[in-house]
């Protein structure tokens, strides 16, 4: 049995190397939203690209050294987070739009207009046709 699932996960947190990460879609009607947790990433250092269903999310982040500083020991190296997910027949992949606002990632996807029902006309064959 895994220890964090008997005694909780305050007991073994996860390794600082691994950013928490709170994601979930959202049903908004005619769109679709998703949420990403940044804290403390600017615009500069986030990527969105679509290819083909599939949307990628890059998040890269240096550790800045202050003018007049040098590092004598780093702990940490340049942070990188990367998540993929293909959208569903459902989404327009060519309206994705992204905003970053307060350390959170919001990505927007519209539905498709759903196809129109057509009811189509059955025929039963002509009685004089199936006597020959």
Same mark, same amino acid.
């Given at each position: 049995m895994d220890p964090r699932?008997?005694?909780?996960?305050?007991?073994?947190p996860q390794p600082f190397s691994r950013p928490r990460?709170?994601?979930?879609? &959202?049903?908004?009607?005619?769109?679709?939203?998703y949420w990403l947790e940044a804290p403390g990433v600017t615009t500069d250092e986030v990527t969105v690209s679509v290819e083909g269903q599939v949307v990628t999310v890059q998040v890269a982040r240096a550790?800045?050294? *202050?003018?007049g500083y040098e590092v004598v020991k &780093?702990? &940490?190296g340049e942070r990188r987070l990367t998540r993929r997910f293909r959208l569903s027949?459902?989404?327009? *992949?060519?309206s994705v739009s992204a905003r970053l606002d307060d350390g959170v990632l919001k990505l927007e996807v519209a539905? &498709? *207009?759903?196809?129109a029902v057509r009811t189509i006309v059955v025929n039963a064959p002509n009685p004089e046709e199936t006597r020959s």
């Open positions: 699932v008997a005694f909780g996960a305050a007991w073994f990460v709170e994601r979930g879609w &959202r049903d908004e009607g005619e769109s679709m939203a550790d800045e050294v *202050p003018e &780093r702990e &940490r027949d459902a989404l327009d *992949p060519s539905k &498709r *207009p759903k196809p």
